[in-house]
């Protein structure tokens, strides 16, 4: 019989402080109803990626923030690619596990904590506190308000579906 896959691994640029402020990791195309049977988040630190949002400066392939899952939303960043997922976690605990990500094409893997060398023992959690702007935040360059997708990412986490499920209809 096959074992139960208990954890999402995910190959992040960013940092721990970005991830809990954002409510979540997020933009990434992943299996939601796979992810949704997983209990926990395994966030490994990709120390070469250069990308404007990559913040992190943890080891390379290190594991350091794991987070109790609980829900698996449509992305909230109206700029990236449509489609993509957000794995928001309830709590979290910062570890420093080095090379628990393995050097896999996909950035997001399906597994289990025993299998990555991670044990829950010892390790101290945080409530996860969500904070109410990491859902749409205004830029300086773009005019207060909400563009079409920013609306529409808050609807379908509000309603707990798909981006793809929501019309907005503008009559002026």
Known sequence: MPEIEDAVVVF?????EKI???GGSQAWKLDAARAKKCEW???TQNAHNFEPFADGNEPHGSAFLIGRISRISPSTKPDEIPGRWKIQFSEYARVSVPEVWAGDRNPVRYTQLAALGISLDGLEFQKAERDANAM?????????GLTIAQAKAGLALNYGVGVDSIEIVIRG
């Open 136 to 144: 749409v935040e205004a830029s300086p360059t773009v005019p207060v």
């Open 20 to 22: 809990l402020h954002e």
């Open 12 to 16: 992040t640029g960013k940092s721990a």
């Open 41 to 43: 988040l395994v966030c």
